[in-house]
């Protein structure tokens, strides 16, 4: 946990540097006096004065700020001086509060055009699948749109709306961007090709796209942690799991059938070398009833496309923009009746999430770590871009607009007027923020 809180105020911080360096570079070249540039809020921890500007780090690490001159709503006075922010021409201003998020554009395409030219590999299972229907460890309504559609446990998916899917990874991602669109599949059954058309049922708690299905994933024994119940039991790595509690076990959602009722023992057969050997599991469960075996089972690899400094960063470029579109997307389901507790986070839960794919990543791998870490960072901000464009008071994009509406005016704002929106402003932060925070710890403590 400790470890994950720590990359998760690094990331965060990443992404706060990234976004408020962008807008003092932009202050400096415009002519525009920055007082403070701090990483993290509150009481300062260090800090140093250079060229007019104190640069600090404060106490709280969730956020930052690039604090310029006379953006103080009190001091209308300073917002006349030469260097004010206010007193700026209004494309100045413009152009200063934009900067902040096309720098977290920059940073995610930059950063993804270089993880493409280095390469990577893809941990995942692959297309086969596993209906949801078939078993009574996930809870649907009704039944779940694969099912309905005819799909059966063993069919392959091979691709979807003619774009090749090659992975459990590529399914996922296609059919939680498409909730209530029709996708067309193609699946192999038993060396035959078929088409079928479904919708993807829209998840109210995530806001996803799903159809009811589990990857089909080999019982093979891949990393086996020492004292765990596995261990304990004689497996080891390598070794196939072939049945449980006197059922087949075909792929691992037969062996977490078995584990649905939480026994306090199971018996099970694997093989090893050619011999199958019994043995019994002695188990035990965490606070969300699943099994701690300490195992993890094999999943495939996959080798990212090999390609040079001009493909990857057409790549970087590409896969910004589809984040972008599938982020405008998950605003708009926010408003279908989406779960907003669970679907929108604040910063402690996205320190948290951060963090969680952090370590997630290095416990595969330190390339695999660092991939997954910076992949996600990317991802994040995207959506950083987007939210803080969006014309709100208080957000990049409600100075953008209040500026916009100053150069079609031809005529200044009166300082009263800009202490007003200022208040505002500040007031709507407090809010959101206060908001959101409530919202995490609530889901921290699983309410």
């Known amino acids: 946990m400790i470890v994950t809180i720590i990359f998760g105020v690094v990331g965060?911080?990443?992404m706060v540097f990234v976004h408020e360096l962008g807008h003092f570079i932009a202050a400096k070249r415009l002519g525009i006096g920055v007082e403070v540039f701090s990483l993290g809020w509150g009481k300062k921890i260090v800090g140093f004065d250079y060229k007019g500007t104190n640069y600090r780090i404060s106490m709280l690490p969730f956020g930052g700020y690039c604090r310029m001159k006379g953006e103080d709503p009190y001091s209308l006075q300073e917002q006349r001086e030469d260097g004010s922010f206010f007193a700026a021409r209004p494309w100045k201003r413009v152009v200063t509060s934009a900067a902040g998020p096309m720098a977290n554009v920059l940073f995610a395409v930059l950063v993804l055009a270089l993880i493409w030219w280095t390469g990577f590999d893809v941990h995942t299972d692959g297309n086969r699948i596993v209906l949801v229907s078939d078993y009574s460890l996930d809870g649907f309504s009704e039944l779940p749109p694969a099912t309905q559609a005819g799909l059966k446990s063993g069919d392959r998916i091979i691709a979807i709306d003619a774009q090749p899917v090659n992975h459990f990874q590529d399914l996922l991602k296609t059919v939680?961007?498409?909730?209530?669109?029709?996708?067309?599949?193609t699946i192999l059954r038993e060396d035959r090709q078929l088409q079928i058309a479904l919708t993807p049922q829209l998840d109210l708690d995530t806001g996803a796209g799903r159809i009811g299905v589990y990857a089909w994933r080999n019982p093979i024994a891949d990393k086996v942690d020492s004292g765990g119940s596995a261990a304990l039991a004689g497996l080891q790595r390598?070794?196939?799991?072939?049945?449980?509690g006197g059922q087949p076990v075909r792929h691992t959602i037969d062996l977490y059938q078995q584990l649905g009722d939480r026994p306090e023992t199971l018996e099970i057969r694997y093989r090893r070398d050619g011999t199958e050997i019994n043995t019994t599991l002695v188990l035990d469960y965490d606070e969300q009833g699943i099994a701690k075996l300490g195992l993890n089972f094999a999943v495939d690899v996959y080798p990212s496309q090999r390609v040079g400094p001009i493909g990857a960063l057409r790549k970087g470029i590409e896969e910004s923009w589809d984040t972008f579109l599938i982020t405008v997307k998950g605003i708009g389901l926010l408003f279908q009746g989406v779960n907003l507790r669970n679907a929108v986070a604040g910063p402690l839960r996205i320190t948290y999430y951060?963090?969680?794919?952090a370590t997630s990543g290095f416990s595969i791998g330190f390339a695999e770590g660092i991939v997954s870490y910076f992949r996600f960072l990317c991802l994040l901000s995207i959506v950083l871009f987007i939210i803080n464009l969006l014309p709100i008071p208080g957000l990049d994009g409600g100075q953008i607009l209040v500026f916009t509406l100053e150069i079609l005016r031809r005529k200044p704002l009166q300082p009263k007027v800009i202490a007003r929106i200022q208040m505002i402003s500040f007031s709507?932060?407090?809010l959101i923020a206060v908001a959101v925070t409530f919202s995490d710890i609530l889901f921290f403590m699983g309410r």
């Open 12 to 14: 965060f911080g990443i």
């Open 354 to 357: 951060v963090g969680s794919v």
């Open 428 to 430: 709507f932060i407090i």
């Open 238 to 244: 390598g070794d196939l799991i072939v049945a449980a």
């Open 176 to 185: 939680a961007t498409a909730p209530n669109e029709q996708l067309v599949l």
